[in-house]
């Protein structure tokens, strides 16, 4: 390919796009460029698969992906190309003069979307306002796909806070993935008990690793709903005690219903609270959590591919998955 003199090429890189459900492909597409001051570019070393972009990947997502062909992935960890840092960014960050943000709801924030994405890439575009909020410094010695876990963890510190878990309560967690694992551990951190409920042996096993014990969950004070389905959700309002509350931390598709009794809501006075995504204070505490050690949150990632590895393990992950690290470069 020959370049004129005086334009240089635009520079390429390889990213994952989505097509539509089970259509992702790796191609060579424009490099991201940073548009306006404070824009800070980062060459990803790693980025994570979650259980949200699995969703995604099978059915397309209404909130997390525009219409396609659109990026996919995001949580990663790379290196800001202008200072040579190793940094973290969660996938949003509220506006910070909205009505909701001015009430201090800054997770129901009017100009939170689109979140960004296009983290399975060798370069994504962390724009101005994510960078000024929800971008951070990894801690030195932190491994870069740890301190990739940062936006998911917020999430489960912003969703036990909205629990509102007190010390000595039991906490059931309904649902022991990489999200339902971490939410053991903030419960525990927050002085609550935790106990996972339901999930495949291989995940049970890796409850008392974050601080679970596992079990039926009847009669817990809280009951966390983790695994995303319409059964859990009702199982949840089962399962907690007269004057609880259900936590409802999974999405569901927009057409699906949950069947509420409500003589449990009435004349029991259980409370139904949902959950989504994360606040800048939630972020800080996640990074401050990860890098305590307190839990072995490595253990969590249970794969390793490359960018053109991820729609295969996406297609038909193993039954020991949890997530994945996509290693990009470094
Ligand atoms: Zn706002």
Not at 170 to 177: E, P, Q
Not at 245 to 256: D, W
Not at 300 to 320: C, F, K, N, S, Y
């Amino acid at each position: 390919m020959s370049v004129q003199p005086g334009r240089p090429a635009k520079a390429s890189h390889r990213a994952l796009i989505f097509h539509g459900p089970g259509d992702l492909r790796l191609e060579d597409v424009p490099r991201p460029e940073a548009t306006s001051e404070g824009d800070v570019l980062v060459q990803v070393e790693v980025a994570l698969t979650d259980g949200t972009d699995l969703k995604a990947f099978r059915r397309g997502h209404p909130v997390l992906l525009g219409p396609p062909p659109s990026p996919f992935g995001h949580e990663f960890c790379g290196v800001d190309t202008a200072t040579g840092r190793r940094v973290v960014a969660a996938n949003s960050a509220p506006c910070g003069t909205c009505a909701p943000c001015s009430r201090g709801q800054e997770t129901l924030c009017e100009n939170l979307f689109p979140l960004r994405n296009g983290a399975y890439a060798e370069f994504i575009l962390v724009p101005e306002r994510i960078a000024r909020t929800n971008l951070l410094p990894v801690p030195p010695g932190m491994p870069p796909e740890v301190a990739a876990m940062v936006e998911p963890l917020a999430c489960c510190f912003h969703g036990v806070e909205q629990a509102g878990v007190s010390p000595g309560d039991t906490v059931a967690v309904i649902g022991l993935g990489p999200i339902g694992l971490m939410l053991c551990a903030c419960v525990a951190d927050a002085g609550g008990w935790p106990v996972g409920v339901g999930s495949r042996p291989e995940r049970r096993a890796l409850a008392p690793l974050f601080g679970a014990e596992t079990g039926t969950g009847e009669g817990a004070d809280i009951v966390i709903e983790a695994a995303g389905s319409v059964a859990a959700w009702e199982h949840a309002l089962e399962l907690v005690r007269p004057g609880g509350t259900v936590l409802a931390f999974g999405g569901l598709p927009r057409e699906s219903r949950v069947e509420v009794d409500p003589f449990r809501i009435h004349y029991e006075e259980v409370t139904l609270k949902g959950a989504f995504h994360h606040t800048p204070r939630h972020v800080r505490t996640a990074l401050a959590f990860l890098g305590s050690g307190a839990y072995p949150f490595e253990r969590l990632i249970t794969h390793q591919v490359g960018l053109e590895g991820v729609a295969r393990l996406l297609a038909d992950p193993p039954r020991d998955y949890l997530k994945a690290a996509v290693v990009v470069s470094g």
